[in-house]
């Protein structure tokens, strides 16, 4: 069994920066990526960033690339979302996900964490 637990969300203004921290109980092999997905109220669940465990391959949704940068801690089990020039439009639940597929699929996520909220005015 995979626990996620995510820390660092909050209420910014527009143009901020925030970093989300997932600490993860992985045993080595059990999962081949981790990274972050994220919805906002009436939306869907959507893919937003994801890092392969034991090679430095990052992935982004369009939207934030140039403003979100994944990164890992390999012997913490720690993934990072550092966001900046945050947008309204960044407002969301932020999940952590681990998987043993590497894919933007919600379906294909094997593990979630419970969530950190993120909220930018405007």
């Known amino acids: 069994q995979v626990q996620l637990v995510e820390s660092g969300g909050g209420l910014v203004q527009a143009g901020a920066s925030l970093r989300l921290s997932c600490a993860a109980s992985v045993r080595s092999g059990s999962t081949r990526f981790m990274g972050w997905f994220r919805q906002a109220p009436g939306k869907e669940r959507e893919f937003v960033a994801a890092?392969?465990?034991?090679?430095?391959?990052?992935y982004y949704e369009d939207s934030v690339k140039g403003r979100f940068t994944i990164s890992k801690d390999g012997p913490k089990n720690t993934v990072y979302l550092q966001m900046n020039g945050l947008k309204p439009e960044d407002t969301a639940l932020y999940y952590c996900?681990?998987?043993?597929?590497?894919?933007?699929?919600?379906?294909?996520?094997?593990?979630w964490g419970q969530g950190t909220q993120v909220t930018v005015s405007s």
């Open positions: 890092t392969l465990r034991f090679q430095p391959a990052t």
């Open positions: 996900a681990a998987g043993r597929k590497t894919s933007r699929a919600v379906t294909d996520v094997d593990y």
